[in-house]
């Protein structure tokens, strides 16, 4: 059951999951938090000590380095990335990751939150994984394989094709990013800076999932300001902002389009967040779609919503801002396929027949496919992301591991 790459992999993810790395969208900085330069660091000195070449910390946050062409062949320049972020929505510090060595099949208990259970009947991919060593955290925060599995399967295949100069490739970037999780993980340099006619992203789920398809996205932010008195002279006068929120929460949709009333190509709209006070209210929205067409339309829904509050309150003042985040790679990849070819044939070579669905969320690949680096997105088998249940299994990172270097020897052919 055990393979070449596992203690390999388990260290690193060990290692890397312990280290607080949560991005911040309140923060314009780049990166968001300067903690998550604490794993750039540390990446920059890995990638230095295994011999890769061109290492270097960008003043927008990322580290890039190069594994060496070993071929004399023309083959293009491709590029592995993953992200150093996790994820706001759940607890991230303070991470104490563990290991199950050969998983008996049953039920998981957690050191740290002892009401908590991972079962496999609730999630029956771990039904699967009986044998295999599992890495989850202690029970009262996320693990963080979201994407520091992607790390660790891009170290690992990084560390192994510059220790074995004879496996034949050509030139591979390599580039970890930040602020993946808050929609910022792809700065408008970073295409040029990889230099790459293709790339893929290590963040996927499954093993075998190859994904060409994500959704379209949108950040919406609406502001409402009311008028404010002293609640003794209110009479006739209080606009209270928190109640004109909580009418426009009411009025949105709730048993349908949302994300816990939608599946598979359904999209959403999804209230991420509302805060304030009587005088001023923020809520704060995401939306989804796979079809730009259905984006558009749960954006002018949102604003018909607000335009209704408003019109039933003048005196509050309700703005609503919408914001593109990204959008689907499959309107760029379908053109032009090469790169999906190429990773669901290095998958077959390795036994595993590929699967390619539609990703309920985005990717750095999504943008950076946008922006002209065509960029499929790769399982590394993490599960039940951005919560104190996530988990991964080691034996499947090792499978990625060997995706990474098939596509690396495949794209030299």
């Not at 893929?200 to 789920?205: A, C, P, R, S």
């Not at 703005?319 to 669901?344: F, G, S």
Request: aromatic share 6%.
């Amino acid at each position: 059951m055990r393979t070449d790459f596992d203690q390999e992999l388990e260290d690193r993810l060990l290692r890397y999951t312990a280290i607080d790395s949560q991005s911040d969208e309140e923060f314009p900085s780049q990166p968001s938090t300067a903690i998550q330069l604490d794993m750039q660091r540390l990446l920059v000195e890995e990638l230095t000590a295994i011999g890769a070449a061109d290492v270097r910390l960008t003043d927008y946050g990322a580290v890039l380095a190069t594994i060496p062409a070993t071929t004399d062949a023309k083959a293009p320049v491709i590029a592995f990335l993953a992200h150093v972020d996790t994820a706001p929505q759940f607890n991230a510090t303070g991470v104490k990751p563990r290991v199950l060595k050969s998983y008996n099949g049953g039920a998981i208990t957690y050191p740290d939150a002892p009401g908590l259970t991972l079962t496999p009947e609730a999630f029956p991919y771990l039904a699967t994984k009986a044998g295999h060593d599992i890495i989850t955290a202690s029970g009262t925060t996320l693990l963080g394989a979201d994407d520091k599995a992607g790390v660790s399967v891009i170290m690992t295949a990084a560390r192994h094709l510059l220790a074995n100069p004879q496996i034949p490739h050509g030139p591979i970037r390599i580039a970890f990013t930040p602020d993946e999780e808050i929609g910022r993980g792809v700065d408008k340099r970073l295409p040029a800076d990889l230099g790459a006619a293709f790339a893929y992203t290590f963040d996927g789920g499954e093993v075998g999932e190859i994904e060409y398809e994500s959704f379209s996205a949108d950040g919406a932010t609406v502001a409402i300001t009311g008028v404010s008195i002293h609640p003794g002279l209110a009479k006739g006068k209080l606009v209270n902002a928190v109640h004109l929120a909580a009418k426009i929460v009411q009025t949105l949709p709730q048993a349908t389009m949302t994300p816990e009333t939608t599946e598979g190509t359904e999209g959403f709209l999804h209230i991420v967040e509302l805060k304030g006070t009587s005088s001023e209210a923020v809520l704060k929205l995401i939306l989804r779609d796979f079809e730009l067409e259905g984006l558009a339309a749960k954006g002018a829904l949102l604003k018909q919503v607000c335009a209704a509050v408003q019109a039933g309150e003048p005196r509050a003042e309700i703005t609503c801002e919408i914001r593109p985040q990204y959008r689907n790679m499959r309107y760029w990849l379908e053109k032009d396929m090469t790169p999906v070819d190429l990773a669901r044939d290095a998958c077959r070579d390795i036994g595993i027949e590929p699967v390619s669905v539609p990703i309920r969320g985005g990717t750095d690949g999504s943008r950076l496919t946008e922006m002209g680096v065509p960029c499929p997105n790769i399982f590394t088998g993490m599960q039940n992301i951005h919560g104190p249940l996530e988990w991964i299994s080691v034996q499947d990172m090792a499978a990625a591991v060997k995706m990474a270097l098939g596509i690396a020897e495949r794209a030299a052919r």
